[in-house]
């Protein structure tokens, strides 16, 4: 069946400029994450879902992010006023529950690059 | 939250040799998972190992973990220059979230 899919694969903008990142994760799993990548780093946590809610978004690095997942379904990242130190690879992974032995499901990410 | 540390950070061999990655962690777990990402890709689940088991195998993969010394390690038999990617654990706190926690992960380069 289909995976993660995100898109764009790649983003170029300007600083200062609002971009948003969507998910669409695999049908029927309730679980979303968001994590963030930069060169030659760990994943950095950012924000999950279980269903449409979000029961911890304290990785959220500003309140220039936000996100939020419609219908237990798609799900989009929204950062405002982007700086350069945005610039990264954001990861979304899905998996079908929160239970602690469900393995996650990434797509490719998004590169983001700001100027 | 905590992170596991992968160790080392860049490993580089010959095709046939085995390849020994570890990962330590700070507080006590649900469990350990270990990933692999090629480049630009997104990561794949490789294996999970709870936190009462001592060792898992699957293919050329073997896992081990020791939860007294709080670390894991992760072994890939008879490499292929396929095997090529970055690797990384990730650890579930016990009693926390169900936030899958990543370390930096190990460059690990097969030669053919």
């Known amino acids: 069946g289909a995976g993660v899919s995100q898109s764009p694969s790649n983003k170029v903008t300007e600083k200062g400029k609002d971009v948003e990142l969507r998910c669409d994760p695999i049908?029927?799993?309730?679980?979303l994450y968001w994590y963030r990548q930069s060169l030659g780093q760990g994943l950095e946590f950012l924000i999950y879902?279980?269903?449409?809610?979000?029961?911890?978004k304290s990785g959220l690095p500003s309140d220039r992010f936000s996100a939020e997942r419609t219908g237990g379904s798609v799900s989009t990242l929204t950062i405002q006023r982007t700086q350069q130190e945005d610039s990264a690879v954001y990861l979304c992974?899905?998996?079908?529950?929160?239970?602690?032995?469900?393995?996650?499901?990434f797509g490719n990410g998004t590169r983001l690059t700001v100027t | 939250s905590q992170q596991g540390e992968e160790d080392p950070q860049a490993l580089s061999i010959q095709e046939g040799e085995n390849a020994t990655m570890n990962c330590s962690y700070k507080t006590s777990i649900n469990n350990l998972q270990w990933y692999r990402q090629n480049s630009g890709r997104g990561l794949v689940h490789l294996i999970l190992?709870?936190?009462?088991?001592r060792e898992k195998h699957s293919g050329r993969l073997r896992v081990t973990l020791d939860t007294s010394k709080k670390s894991s390690s992760l072994l890939i038999t008879a490499s292929r220059a396929a095997d090529t990617a970055s690797y990384f654990c990730?650890?579930?706190?016990?009693?926390?979230?169900?936030?899958?926690?990543f370390g930096r992960g190990t460059s690990l380069i097969v030669h053919p």
């Open positions: 190992i709870r936190s009462n088991e």
């Open positions: 049908s029927g799993h309730t679980a």
């Open positions: 879902f279980q269903g449409n809610s979000a029961p911890d």
């Open positions: 992974a899905s998996s079908l529950a929160t239970a602690r032995s469900s393995p996650l499901h």
């Open positions: 990730a650890t579930d706190e016990a009693g926390g979230s169900y936030i899958p926690t």
